[in-house]
């Protein structure tokens, strides 16, 4: 009991990163953001409970080498077919919540990545870190009621968990949340690292004979509970198009698999406050965003009215994000009056598709092959479209970040991108964006066309940004979402 007469909620919250600290995609965001916006519940929304929840993130040499104000809190070694291995572990706070940092040889043998490409590599490092953790959470005496995984690298702690609970009285009434932020990486190529930390791959015949010793089946099998970081995205992946051969499975595990959307953190994406933005501007000053549409044209050598819609892609340049089907669809559009600019690296060939695509329309087509945050910014709160063609998109914030701006998103409908916008095409009263079905450019063509068409309406055109702009995709549903599951657990 708590001093206010409440009982204790304790959540072991682990990831392979998390902002502030180090931070590589949208997991990073979530496991900084989410604790945070549990931590931070009014009393009343937990019935009788108050939330102790804490972080864990390997001390990655990029996290190591920063000045963290960490002080050492455990050490102790991880057993191992080749000998033991130490483990250092250090604390410190972020939002008042403890984090600590997991040091040991898989860790930072060098100045090695978060995620080397490598899932032998980075499968010795995670599958460490994840019994470290555990290990961890008894060295300390801090039982937790409830351990919330994410994805492949913090899987083989749930798998372990359950193995551990059977006959181990500090995690007997410990339960597990597995988070799936990207069903198909499975950490295909870290299963060989597995034998020597003494993890036996599963026997069950629930899952398909390939996946029995691979890192996130193992978990999905064993989780209390499977959530998939949207609605449409868990039940997406009951079947065969995105469940990566595991939809079979998962269906007999559907009573478990629930979607929850992540948010974003509304203080960090506020155009009011950025100060990337040339000029800052709310819901009620909205024209000055047009200030920040002319210092892009300016910086991009656009020589067109600013009139002309600036249509932007934002993006890891992956097919999964679909760049190929955008630059297919601009391609069919090039007759009607746009500009664009398509910002990110990643395969080599969609980088030089977009070269090439600015090379063919040089009045048209600016491509920024690098990774820039500050220039995601100043198109956020300048351009007028985002593009986002994913095949699949399990969540998806960029369309959040781009409403929070007026930048209206023009994306297929799946996976979260169907569940954070509503389609003006059927709801022109309600719509904050458009959606199109197929991911083929003539599809994306198509939307394009139609939100062309829309933005020479000026006042239907700034209506569509003003909804847009006042969508809550703050983190307080989904952590209450988050909260009540954790509930379930210890009220049933």
Not at 337 to 365: C, H, M
Request: a negative charge; charged letters at 20%.
């Amino acid at each position: 009991m708590t001093k206010t007469g409440k009982k204790t909620l304790r959540i072991l919250f682990i990831s392979a990163e998390a902002d502030p600290f180090i931070k590589v995609g949208g997991l990073g965001d979530v496991a900084y953001a989410l604790p945070k916006a549990l931590h931070e519940m009014i009393p009343g929304e937990l019935d009788s409970y108050e939330l102790d929840i804490r972080i864990a993130i390997p001390c990655h040499a990029m996290v190591c080498q920063k000045t963290l104000n960490s002080i050492p809190v455990a050490n102790f070694v991880i057993p191992h077919t080749s000998g033991d291995i130490p483990v250092k572990v250090f604390q410190t706070q972020t939002n008042d919540i403890p984090v600590y940092f997991f040091s040991g040889a898989p860790v930072i043998p060098s100045d090695s990545p978060v995620y080397s490409g490598d899932n032998k590599v980075d499968g010795q490092k995670y599958f460490f870190f994840s019994l470290a953790v555990l290990e961890f959470a008894r060295q300390i005496n801090w039982q937790p009621d409830i351990l919330h995984a994410n994805d492949w690298h913090t899987a083989v702690a749930v798998y372990k968990l359950s193995e551990m609970r059977q006959d181990d009285p500090f995690y007997k009434n410990c339960h597990s949340i597995l988070t799936i932020h990207n069903l198909p990486y499975m950490g295909t190529g870290s299963e060989s690292e597995l034998e020597g930390f003494g993890i036996s791959p599963t026997e069950s015949e629930a899952l398909p004979e390939w996946a029995r010793n691979l890192p996130l089946p193992m978990g999905l099998l064993t989780a209390d509970q499977i959530v998939a970081v949207s609605p449409t995205y868990a039940t997406e992946i009951l079947t065969p198009e995105f469940g990566c051969g595991l939809q079979s499975f998962l269906k007999t595990r559907e009573s478990t698999v629930s979607g929850i959307i992540n948010g974003i953190d509304q203080s960090l994406w506020n155009p009011e406050t950025d100060e990337a933005l040339p000029t800052r501007y709310t819901t009620n000053f909205l024209d000055l965003r047009r200030i920040n549409k002319e210092a892009l044209f300016k910086e991009f050598e656009f020589n067109n009215s600013l009139d002309i819609p600036l249509i932007a892609l934002i993006s890891r340049l992956d097919p999964q994000k679909g760049v190929d089907i955008a630059i297919e669809a601009l391609r069919q559009i090039s007759d009607l009056p746009w500009v664009a600019i398509l910002l990110g690296t990643g395969y080599s060939k969609l980088e030089e598709d977009a070269r090439k695509l600015s090379a063919e329309f040089p009045n048209q087509v600016r491509a920024a092959i690098k990774f820039d945050v500050k220039l995601s910014r100043r198109i956020y709160g300048g351009a007028d479209m985002l593009m986002m063609p994913s095949r699949y998109e399990p969540c998806g914030l960029a369309q959040m970040i781009a409403m929070r701006y007026g930048c209206i998103p023009i994306a297929r409908a799946t996976g979260g991108l169907k569940d954070s916008i509503v389609n003006y095409s059927e709801d022109d009263s309600n719509g904050t964006g458009f959606l199109f079905k197929n991911p083929i450019g003539s599809d994306l063509a198509g939307s394009l066309t139609h939100a062309l068409s829309v933005y020479e309406d000026k006042t239907a055109w700034k209506s569509l940004q003003l909804r847009a702009m006042q969508q809550d995709f703050s983190w307080k549903k989904p952590a209450l979402s988050y909260a009540n599951l954790y509930l379930n657990f210890v009220n049933s």
